[in-house]
């Protein structure tokens, strides 16, 4: 079971100060936060893709990148990219990339995403947001998994003879989970794949995305990738922990008060009615708890502690706890509920045994450039001979 933190990145301002930390500030507590999850034992930092204030997350990859530098064993993460607005070629290569530098540590969350507006932002059509996400999902797979690809869609230029390149590190591609609250079709494709399956479980009621985890968990069985018991599963959560529940509601709710989406609500009717936590780390554990029986065994348990306006100070603190009081307990207690035969979350490590055993992993090596700064109708001195790339009659 790997358990972790999520941030969207968001600018709030402090509704007890009256302070606005700027872009910069905000990154570099971004990356603070990332270490010290790394320093206290989480197995998740993960990251959400945004194009608008007051998000400053535009660059994940670039971001990660640095994180992975900082950091020692933390698996990386999105959540999510967007898989609707950025050109899947892009994403096959600027994430192979990141794969490369941070030794595997990194897997990626895909979605449609939030904002409006960055579809037309991205000259997309909103309208097709769904079938872009689709089609986008079906051409990243297959850049990451065949040196030659040949490619016409509805949504991109065709490709004829593409390599996407780096290759993907020890050609394993980085683990997929596709993250969705509201859409059947990305369930389905989530199982056809047998990639994991994340539902955002905050800001709606407690168990609100049990159908479409069922539907994924059935489709998955259905697929031929496992059971439904077996399929992979994330959700996320909201906390704030103190160590006495009355000190944790007391500090948190002028920012639960303060944020728009909350305006108006009684908290007490959140921490109710919604997955959302705030109390002791024993409260944080019973309540998480709950998730496991609600949603059955599931791999990944990501928090948000850092939005709202929170100081960096509070959020590094809510890190701590988790790391040192909640996750250790939650480890054990899941563990000794876990039915046999439910896999953990695949990583890199895992993804390599299954592909190769005792085997060495391929390094891919390109042939010579043979003038024209490319390398012939075979990309790697080990590309399969029967694939031969067709370039377009220009070249």
Request: proline share 8%; glycine share 8%; aromatic share 10%.
């Amino acid at each position: 079971m790997q358990f972790g933190i999520f941030s969207v990145g968001d600018v709030t301002r402090d509704p007890t100060t009256g302070y606005t930390q700027s872009e910069a500030e905000r990154i570099r507590n971004l990356v603070r936060i990332a270490q010290r999850a790394d320093e206290v034992g989480l197995d998740v930092f993960a990251i959400g893709e945004h194009h608008n204030p007051p998000f400053i997350p535009s660059s994940p990859t670039t971001l990660l990148g640095h994180i992975a530098a900082l950091t020692e064993r933390i698996i990386l993460s999105t959540s999510v990219t967007l898989m609707t607005t950025n050109d899947p070629v892009k994403v096959a290569e600027d994430y192979a990339m990141l794969q490369h530098l941070a030794g595997g540590r990194l897997d990626v969350m895909l979605g449609r995403g939030n904002t409006v507006p960055v579809y037309p932002w991205f000259g997309k059509d909103i309208r097709q947001g769904v079938a872009l996400a689709l089609e986008n999902y079906n051409l990243l797979h297959r850049l990451w998994r065949e040196d030659v690809v040949d490619w016409e869609g509805k949504f991109r230029t065709a490709l004829q003879g593409f390599t996407a390149t780096p290759r993907p590190l020890d050609d394993v591609p980085p683990f997929v989970w596709h993250g969705s609250i509201r859409t059947p079709e990305i369930a389905e494709q989530a199982a056809y794949y047998g990639n994991g399956f994340f539902a955002n479980h905050i800001l709606a009621p407690n168990l609100a995305f049990k159908p479409l985890v069922d539907l994924y968990r059935q489709r998955f069985e259905h697929y031929g990738h496992g059971t439904a018991a077996q399929a992979i599963v994330g959700l996320g959560g909201q906390a704030f922990i103190a160590r006495r529940s009355q000190d944790a509601v007391e500090r948190f709710r002028p920012y639960f008060e303060a944020f728009p989406i909350f305006r108006g609500a009684s908290l007490e009717d959140w921490m109710t009615g919604t997955p959302l936590t705030v109390g002791s780390p024993q409260e944080v554990i019973d309540k998480t708890l709950t998730f496991q029986q609600g949603f059955g065994d599931y791999q990944r348990q990501l928090f948000a502690v850092d939005s709202l306006g929170l100081p960096v100070e509070v959020a590094l603190e809510q890190v701590e706890i988790l790391g040192t009081e909640v996750v250790p307990v939650l480890r054990k207690e899941m563990a000794s509920r876990r039915a046999p035969g439910v896999p953990e979350a695949p990583t890199h490590a895992s993804l390599v045994a299954a592909k190769y055993g005792d085997g060495e992993p391929r390094q891919p090596r390109p042939n010579p450039n043979r003038g024209d700064n490319l390398s012939g109708t075979s990309p790697y001195h080990d590309s399969d001979p029967n694939i031969a790339a067709q370039f377009p009659a220009a070249l």
